[in-house]
Structures are given as C-alpha cells and as structure tokens.
C-alpha cells in the first residue's frame, strides 16, 4: 500500500468517524427537536448552533480548497447562528444534511490522486490539503465534543 492512500485512509477515519472522539453522526443521533435551541445556563450556543456553526466552518474550508475565488464567511459573525430563535425540523435536517454531503465533498478532495496533498495552494497563506483536512478534523472534533456536553446538561444524551 502506497503511503498516499494510507495517508488519505486514516484522514477519513478521523475525519468520519472521529477515532478518539465521536462521530458527528454519535453526536446527534437521536437529539430531542424540541432541545435543540435550548441554550444551557452558563454556555452562548445550543445544540443547533453548533451543528449550524460546524457546517458553515466546514464549508468554508471545502470552498477554500476548491480555489481561490472563495469568500471567507466574516469572522465571528457570519460563522455564527443568532441564538434566541426557533429552529424547525426542517432547519436541522438541512444542517445535518449540509454538513454529512460537505463532509463528503471534501474527503472526494483527499481521494483525488490529481491532487497533491503537500503543495501548498496557490492562494492563501501556505495552506495544503492536508493542513486544512487536519485543520477540519480538529475543529469538527473540538465542537462535537461540545455538543455532547450541552445534550448532557440538558439531559438529552444517553451514553
């Protein structure tokens, strides 16, 4: 097995299925709809707000990698959902749904042997495919996680 294909196995192993940490899809099986905006005590964000802020970061780093005409979201802002409003089934399907065919999109980028996995891009600060899939599994981790802890306070996770 050549180095590249073992490089790219295990990038999508932590990226889908988290190794250390829970998958995304672990962390919002089976979320209460009515919990999902809740906003424990103490903390800014709910459940949705961190699905909604994991899939907009998310697909700003698939955009980044696919070329150099890509705007960054405004940073906090717009990588932020306003907390306070209701959020419908329908808006968290689509948030799910977003994030798992983003995911996708993405780990298709790691596969695609055309591209080097080292080089940095054209664009940016010296940014590589590969810094931005470890830029994506730390981040979808360290939110995830998060995730767990707000349907642990309000009693909503079942381990």
């Known amino acids: 097995m050549d180095n ?3 490089i790219v196995d295990e990038l999508t192993a932590l990226i889908e299925k988290g190794n250390a940490h829970a998958s995304f899809e672990d962390a919002v099986a089976g979320v209460s709809l009515d919990l999902i905006a809740k906003v424990p005590e103490g903390l800014p964000y709910g459940v949705w707000h961190m699905a909604e802020h994991l899939r907009i970061a998310q697909w700003d780093i698939l955009e980044f ?3 150099p005409n890509h705007e960054s979201p405004k940073w906090p802002d717009e990588y932020w ?6 959020v419908t089934k329908e808006q968290w399907e689509a ?3 977003a994030f798992k065919r983003d995911r996708a999109s993405f780990l298709e980028l790691l596969k695609d042997e ?3 996995l080292f080089a940095p891009f054209e664009y940016g ?4 495919l ?3 899939a470890l830029l994506l599994a730390d981040h979808n981790s360290y939110h995830l ?15």
Do not use: A
């Open 4 to 6: 590249r294909k073992i």
């Open 114 to 116: 055309k591209r080097d």
């Open 81 to 86: 959902p306003e907390v306070g409003e209701e």
């Open 125 to 128: 600060d010296g940014q590589s």
């Open 95 to 97: 948030t799910v749904s």
């Open 145 to 159: 996680g998060e995730i767990i802890v707000i349907r642990r306070l309000l009693g909503d996770w079942k381990s």
């Open 65 to 67: 990698c696919l070329g």
């Open 130 to 132: 590969f810094r931005e």
